[in-house]
């Protein structure tokens, strides 16, 4: 079978999606996504934070595949892997070190990115927008990203019952509780979003909101914020 998975798509509806299409089952993708090694030089650049719900979510590339139907969890990864590792070129290595970003950085980052905007333009602005809030001395405290607080709402805490539990994973992952960027990436980020985070736009931008159309107001100051979010909002 062929199937086709979108950027920024979450494991959880990766795994959903393969069970639909009779490729593996949803429980089955799920344990292996939290366990597998393939043995790739850069897992060992992947995060290692105990908070990390998901082990393998922000590194399946989303990306058209075929699939054998009854197929083992397992190889059905290494297809996503795979894919993955080939993108991360080498050019993207050194831009990494140049930025000062790990890989686990970027992949989060990119996912917050790909989760935040749909077309390129907006990435890059989004992706100024954080890098500047990131940056030491910028006086922000964090990325302020409502996005991060819905993946530990919708993905992490309808699973967990015990309270201490559930507030150790909302600090790592909701950007208003931490300073830094999440634990983790909150979806799978495609291209685009990998390419902005690593080439933001050049702006004094530390502000962004949308409105009910999808269109993005951007701004350098928080007056300015709050003129846009009083235009966003009047917006049908």
Known sequence: VKVN???????????????????????????AANN??????FENMMGKSEYIYYKWEGYLFPDTY?????????????????NFNNKITTEYYERMQELGLSLDELVTLASVIQSEAAYMED????????????????GFPGLQSDVTWFYYEQ????????QE?????HVSYDT???????VGPICNPGMNA??????????????????????????STQAEHEYNVAIADSVQ
């Open 5 to 31: 998975f979108y950027e920024g798509m979450k494991l959880t509806e990766i795994a959903k999606r393969l069970e639909e299409n009779g490729v593996c089952g949803y429980d089955e993708f799920i344990e």
């Open 155 to 162: 993905e992490i805490m309808p699973n967990i019952e015990d």
């Open 176 to 182: 208003y509780y931490r300073a830094t960027l999440p």
């Open 123 to 138: 990435m890059e602005k989004v992706s100024s927008a954080f890098h500047n809030r990131l940056e030491p001395g910028s």
């Open 36 to 41: 597998e090694t393939f043995g790739y030089e």
């Open 194 to 219: 990998i390419k902005a985070a690593l080439y933001p736009a050049d702006t004094n931008y530390y502000y962004f909101v949308t409105d009910k159309n999808g269109k993005f107001y951007y701004g």
């Open 165 to 169: 539990l559930s507030d150790a994973y």
């Open 66 to 82: 075929e699939f054998y139907t009854n197929s083992s969890p397992r190889s059905v990864i290494a297809k996503f892997i795979d």
